[in-house]
Nanobody, 116 residues
């Protein structure tokens, strides 16, 4: 069982910033794409951002221009810099790592709460 571990969530006022980190377990495993999804109560899980091993990023329209995804391949770590946060960004954020041989693995999530 290999599972990414998220950190960096918390409570922030609207307009503030948070930086989420996700460390994938096992430096000896090959990871392809990594990404972040989020889910708020009563809503479907939404893909927020993804990034390939080559550094090509994709974003949901709702976060374009505000969030930035990056990764450190040597550390098997992906980051999500969240700026200009809005109350609508409040959700549990989940990290995903697509392992070459193990398939997709998801973290337990980290809570992000943005107050108005």
């Amino acid at each position: 069982q290999v599972q990414p571990v998220e950190s960096g969530g918390g409570l922030v006022q609207a307009g503030g910033s948070l930086r989420l980190s996700c460390a994938a377990t096992g430096s000896f495993f090959t990871i392809n794409a990594m990404g972040w999804s989020r889910q708020a109560p009563g809503k479907q899980r939404e893909l927020v951002a993804s990034i390939t091993s080559d550094g090509i990023a994709n974003y949901a329209n709702s976060v374009k221009g505000r969030f930035a995804i990056s990764r450190d391949n040597a550390k098997n770590t992906v980051y999500l810099q969240m700026n200009s946060l809005k109350p609508d960004d409040t959700a549990v954020y989940y990290c995903n790592a697509q392992y070459k041989f193990l398939g997709d693995r998801w973290g337990q999530g980290t809570q992000v709460t943005v107050s108005s």
